[in-house]
């Protein structure tokens, strides 16, 4: 028998008193489910009159369900149990219209970014946006360390957007760094990975490990780009107890609903909001306005705000992509008429 509380489960009265067992989704095959109960590896497909002909939240992996167990053959998934984070994208066979959800139940996002090509603080900012969103907490891992000679300016770059977010300097080839992640790494914790192919993520996994676990795939040396090596998604139960989400629907995440994410990554925007003369000001060409007098005065540098506007805006994209289009391009026409005017300003003092 496998107490499923390693997995991370916690039992509620109303679960235990269900005539159906808990089980946790650890990959997904399609339209089949593996999962792991109390009976052990299972193996299972959705019930169709809980979810196509009810009001049943589908499944993803790291979910935690309800199943109608049946020894030696597919089991029947009759519920999906509250979940306490998840990471979700616009839904390819929705035309963009719906939200998916590709993992669920994780405690830590590692958002990885190595020191090399793929150094990016927008991308970053997308990162920690949709991450603290999930409802789990963030964690900055710059990767490849032994491959930069000096690093200190990109880490202090990093603090910079992710006050409060610990943010790790590691090298899966030297160890350096890796100590310093123990205090994430804890039985009954789950880990899902965020970031482009590439970025060493696997190496990362079978170092934390100290064995071959995921699969490495050699990076091109011209832009160190390389390719995902996850086929479907899947939770792996390290021997320490410690599970780690993999999946492949990572990479083509769509800013969904990010509205407590931007929040929380954008606070220091977001402070200056409430401030302004009037209150709708939409912080363009109003007078008093507190977000303006920040970026003159220096207290925000125009960078910060427009990538605020610019995942802001990206999330719009979710409701209606007409609408986010034309919201875009009225964007970017504020930005050029406002770098025009500088221009002309910097003219008259010369």
């Not at 339209?31 to 299972?44: H, L, N, P, S, V």
């Not at 998934?77 to 939200?99: N, Q």
């Not at 320490?240 to 925007?269: A, H, K």
Request: aromatic share 10%; with cysteine; hydrophobic share 35%.
């Amino acid at each position: 028998m496998i107490n499923l509380s390693d997995y991370g489960y916690i039992s509620t009265t109303a679960q235990d008193d269900a005539t159906e067992i808990p089980a946790r989704i650890t990959a997904v095959h399609k339209d089949r489910y593996e999962m792991i109960c109390a009976q052990g590896q299972t193996f299972g497909r959705l019930k169709t009159a809980c979810f196509y002909g009810g009001n049943e939240v589908f499944p993803t992996v790291g979910d935690f369900v309800l199943i109608d167990y049946i020894k030696d053959s597919e089991s029947r998934i009759v519920k999906t149990l509250d979940r306490k984070s998840f990471f979700s994208r616009l839904d390819p066979s929705s035309a963009g219209h719906a939200e998916q959800a590709v993992a669920a139940n994780f405690d830590y996002v590692f958002i990885l970014q190595s020191l090399n090509y793929d150094f990016n603080l927008r991308r970053l900012e997308r990162y920690l946006t949709l991450s603290w969103q999930s409802g789990a907490v963030p964690v900055v891992i710059l990767t490849k360390a032994d491959l930069a000679y000096e690093h200190t300016e990109q880490i202090h770059a990093v603090e910079q957007i992710a006050v409060g977010t610990g943010v790790f300097a590691v090298s899966a080839k030297t160890g350096f760094g890796l100590d310093a992640l123990g205090e994430y790494l804890k039985p009954q914790k789950t880990i899902v990975f965020l970031g482009s192919s590439g970025v060493g993520k696997s190496s990362l996994v079978n170092a934390l490990v100290g064995e071959e676990i995921m699969a490495v795939n050699e990076i091109r040396e011209d832009d160190s780009k390389g390719r995902h090596t996850t086929t479907h998604r899947q939770l792996i139960r390290l021997k320490s107890g410690v599970m780690m989400i993999d999946t492949p629907g990572m990479r083509e995440l769509g800013m969904w609903d990010v509205t407590e994410g931007l929040g929380q990554s954008f606070f220091d925007v977001e402070q200056f909001f409430g401030k302004c003369k009037f209150s709708d000001c939409k912080h363009e060409s109003e007078p008093g306005c507190a977000v303006k007098a920040a970026i003159e005065n220096g207290a925000l540098s125009e960078e910060r705000w427009n990538s605020y506007c610019k995942r802001k805006h990206e999330a719009k994209y979710s409701d209606n992509k007409g609408a986010y289009l034309r919201q875009k391009q009225e964007w970017h026409k504020e930005i050029a008429k406002r770098n025009k005017n500088r221009k002309k300003s910097g003219d008259v003092k010369r």
